[in-house]
């Protein structure tokens, strides 16, 4: 029988920190070899530890997944609700009612089978092939094969299948963006081992499963496979996190068992009052049942549909997509932003900013790969002069990289290494141009960079002979140097001169740029550029912010929105973007978060430190999968809605636990686009914010309706109780109620889905954690309404019996009054602030619904057809102003009482 240990894909031995062990210590540990393992050693060890393949979460039946979807209290309320209309001979409500609960439930099955694509993404993104040594050779195995203690050979485009240990390592650079968000390939080595301490992004002797070769080549033995690689220890814990449900559906759940329970209280209050009057039961019922019909909101599941639905469309003009209806809401309840750095809050395209040449700074204008941008000195723009010309020039030549123009998106790209790509397109800015440079002089050797030398050189050929160029870390390209090129000529390089060239160097790296150094010499091999070298000048670059995230972040502080930075680089780049986007605390940055914390400072907290910290952290760095997780839940934990951006594998399980999570479209793996509930096809953050605003919007409109409906059926159960303590007639016959119901759930319901936001959304905080839809100064607006609606068509049946009015007259101008009332009401409630008069018909889709449903209350009170089905009578000319004046009556009503809200200054 296998061990645990053997089961999860890792080595037998003591728990070994393999990053932190030579190569022989490892060697050793594993039972292997430099030339690999025998094939018997490999078929043994294939039954201890099993397939190399992250391990499938258990999958439910769709039968099962189907089932969940009638857990939701509110389809489970429709559901009676269709009974009952059926039952009532309402087959048009009966069918449009099931029509929406299949829609509801559809939506909600497809969705729930879909959630569990991003385990499926991550064994997809394991390498299918690999090469490795068994019995002294070189075989090509199918990943799964792969067993702890296999040799595997490293080539520039290889796409690791398993964590290992590296044994050799040439030049070798690794892209580790999906697993660690390092934003740059990762140069590796062999020896000497990390320290046990360093965080993942530091593990320089070791390669990992979901990682590729950028270029260089090496060996490495297998430590982990399957679940017990990082790949897989990030499929655990993606398994582990349990889909959390968002505050509209636990708002509707609420609402839904409150609702549910009112419908029976309504049901047993008038047949009781009947039967004391002595009313015939059956009677009764049809009217209990009826107003039960009118309790329950039929149309909350196609205004929600519709709402988020719309929401979505509006989004994916903004470049947002979603996945999961639902998330457009939870973004308007978003109390906090975790963003990811690269390529969200910065532009994910590597800038020289500054250059150092001939003993002055010249600042370099322009963002990312754009080719556009210029020279400034001391604030006046200047022509790039020799020095200057030959400083770029030798930087486009001593590299691989290339731009080009990507026709299908306006854009220009890099090919090759960002920091390289950045200088080309410095030339460009300086009227160089690369094809015409590498044409003129062309490459006949080169040394390619690696992590020992810390430098490349290349050998041209130059009209007169051939030079030399050297370009990398700024120490050791300068100890390589004799000599400093001048605006008058080349001077040797004096121990004060160099002195201050390193200062300059650390300066600018202080500003968290990225530094180097180019250098020159004529010489006819580049043996002989070792050394005596002329000084050409440095270049510092960064991944600049992005200008749009700066005015998005703006707009976050405005709506109480706090934004902290998640990122995997090094703690002194991303405290330097932090400071520029006015994300750390300070005279641009008017908040309290002020602090940059490490991972290896976020392992040393237990959850109580942790908690009393994270309101001063701005900036979280070089944290790992489980620190990102750890953080989401923290901040959960501490009554945040957290939004959670990402674009690699690493990202997947923070993605899943946030209450949003937001994947990057063009950075991004499928691993966390399917995790996320949103994904960005700009990869931008104003585009969060953008979405935000939808979703408090979406939320918006749901009130709005409620408020709307709620307060109309206030208003028609108040009628029907109050004639009855009263002693009245019944004031509507049960088809008038359900006619009221359909009317006002129906088209004028849908339209307040649509309407448009208000212009202070995004100046308003959020919604407190916990708070619901119906908070109390809503449900203040409600119950006045509906008690004035109440009141006025109370009044108005009573007067009419009373000046001697036909039973059925009467009833049929109280029904008419209802109806309009019901309107006006829903022109009211399009906000519960600002006052009905501004913006009367800003939203046309409104002001449709009402006039069709007025329409069709006319036919319905003048067509003699319908009379008998209705219970109606003709109304003269002088009754129809009677009933819409009547109607009226609310609107300076609830005008005042919004007004007493402003002023009072609570937000609903």
Not at 778 to 789: P, Q
Not at 823 to 842: D, I, Q, Y
Request: a neutral charge; aromatic letters at 4%.
């Amino acid at each position: 029988m296998r061990t645990d240990s053997a089961r999860q894909g890792v080595a037998p031995v003591a728990a070994t920190a393999w990053h932190a062990a030579t190569a022989v210590v490892v060697l050793a540990a594993l039972q292997s070899r430099a030339d690999g393992l025998t094939t018997r050693e490999v078929h043994d060890r294939q039954g201890r530890f099993g397939p190399n393949e992250v391990a499938a979460a258990e999958r439910g039946s769709a039968w099962r997944v189907l089932g969940n979807q009638f857990q939701n209290v509110l389809i489970v309320v429709l559901l009676v609700a269709t009974a009952l209309s059926a039952a009532l001979g309402h087959a048009v409500e009966a069918v449009a009612i099931t029509a929406i609960v299949a829609f509801a439930v559809g939506l909600g099955f497809v969705q729930e089978l879909r959630a569990e694509r991003a385990l499926l993404a991550l064994r997809q993104l394991a390498a299918p092939l690999a090469v490795v040594r068994r019995d002294g050779v070189e075989v090509e195995v199918p990943a799964r094969e792969l067993v702890p203690g296999d040799v595997l050979q490293l080539r520039a485009g290889d796409r690791l299948a398993a964590d290992a240990r590296l044994l050799e390592a040439v030049n070798l650079l690794v892209d580790e963006a999906p697993l660690t968000g390092e934003s740059t390939p990762v140069a590796k080595r062999a020896e000497p081992a990390c320290a046990a301490s360093a965080a993942l992004a530091d593990h320089e002797v070791m390669v990992h499963a979901g990682t590729a070769i950028s270029s260089g080549r090496g060996r490495a033995v297998v430590v982990a496979t399957a679940m017990a690689t990082e790949l897989g220890r990030i499929a655990g814990m993606l398994q582990a996190v349990e889909p959390l449900r968002t505050p509209l559906q636990q708002n509707l759940d609420r609402l839904g068992r409150q609702l549910a329970r009112a419908a029976l209280v309504v049901v047993a209050l008038i047949v009781a009052l009947g039967l004391l009057r002595g009313q015939p039961f059956v009677e009764l019922l049809v009217f209990g049942i009826a107003l039960a019909v009118a309790v329950v909101p039929e149309a909350l599941p196609a205004v929600v549909t519709v709402s988020l639905a719309i929401g979505v469309r509006r989004l994916a003009t903004r470049r947002a997509l979603m996945r999961r209806l639902p998330a457009v809401e939870t973004l308007g309840s978003t109390t906090i932003i975790c963003s990811d750095k690269t390529g969200t809050l910065t532009r994910d395209e590597m800038t020289v900013r500054v250059l150092h040449v001939a003993g002055r700074s010249i600042e370099v204008t322009g963002v990312g790969y754009e080719p556009e941008g210029r020279f400034v000195v001391d604030g006046a723009a200047i022509e790039p002069e020799a020095t200057l010309r030959e400083f770029l020039t030798a930087a486009v030549l001593c590299g691989d990289a290339h731009i080009e123009h990507d026709a299908a998106t306006g854009r220009w790209r890099v090919k090759g290494d960002p920091t390289e790509g950045a200088l080309v397109v410095a030339a460009s800015k300086a009227g160089l141009q690369q094809d015409e440079i590498t044409r003129r002089c062309p490459r006949l050797a080169e040394i390619p960079f690696s992590s020992e030398a810390k430098r490349m050189v290349t050998l041209h050929h130059v009209a007169g002979g051939t030079v030399a160029y050297a370009k990398g870390a700024p120490e050791v390209v300068l100890a390589a140097c004799t000599h400093v090129r001048t605006g008058h000529g080349d001077v040797e390089l004096q121990a004060d001169a160099r002195q201050h060239l390193l200062e300059v160097a650390r300066e600018m790296a202080g500003r968290a740029l990225r530094v180097l150094a180019v250098a020159r010499r004529e010489v006819d091999t580049l043996a002989a550029a070792g050394g005596g070298l002329t000084w050409l000048g440095l270049a510092g670059m960064i991944d600049p912010p992005r200008d749009e995230a700066r005015a998005a972040l703006d707009v976050c502080r405005r709506a109480g929105i706090e934004v902290v930075m998640i990122t995997g680089d090094h703690p002194v780049t991303a405290e330097a973007v932090a400071r520029e986007l006015g994300l750390l605390a300070g005279a641009a940055a008017p908040q309290h978060r002020h602090r940059v914390l490490t991972g290896a400072e976020l392992d040393a907290l237990d959850d109580g430190a942790l908690r009393r910290v994270l309101p001063d952290v701005a900036v979280f760095a070089r944290v790992s999968p489980a620190h990102k997780l750890r953080l989401v839940s923290a901040l959960q934990a501490a009554g945040h809605v957290v939004a959670m951006t990402g674009d690699g594998v690493n990202d997947a399980p923070a993605l899943k636990q946030a209450d949003i999570g937001v994947a990057m479209g063009i950075t991004g793996t499928a691993v966390a686009r399917e995790a996320a509930a949103m994904t960005l096809t700009d990869d931008d953050f104003a585009s969060i914010v953008a979405a935000v605003e939808q979703g408090r919007a979406v939320f918006a409109n749901i009130r709005k309706y409620l408020m709307f409906l709620l307060s109309s059926n206030i208003g028609e159960i108040g009628l029907m109780a109050t004639a009855s303590l009263l002693g009245l007639p019944l004031p509507l016959t049960a088809v008038q109620i359900l006619y009221v119901n359909l009317a006002t759930d129906g088209l004028p319901a849908l339209a307040l889905s649509v309407d448009p936001p208000a212009a202070d959304l995004m100046r308003r905080p959020p919604r407190q954690h916990g708070r619901g839809v119906l908070t109390r100064p809503v449900v203040g607006l409600m119950v006045l309404a509906g008690a004035w609606s109440t009141l006025a068509n109370v009044t108005l049946f009573a007067w009419a019996l009373h000046s001697g009015r036909p039973l059925a007259e009467a009833m049929t101008l109280t029904f008419v009054a209802l109806v309009l009332i019901q309107f006006v009401k829903a022109f009211v409630f399009r906000s519960e602030r600002e006052s009905t008069l501004h913006r009367p018909f800003a939203n046309r889709w409104l002001d449709l619904a009402i006039t069709w449903e007025i329409v069709l209350l006319v036919v319905i009170v003048q067509a003699p057809a319908l009379h008998e089905a209705f219970g109606t009578r003709a109304l003269h000319g002088r009754d129809w102003l009677l009933a819409a004046g009547t109607a009226a009556t609310i609107l300076p009503v609830l005008e005042v009482a919004k007004a007493v809200l402003r002023r009072s200054g609570r937000h609903c």
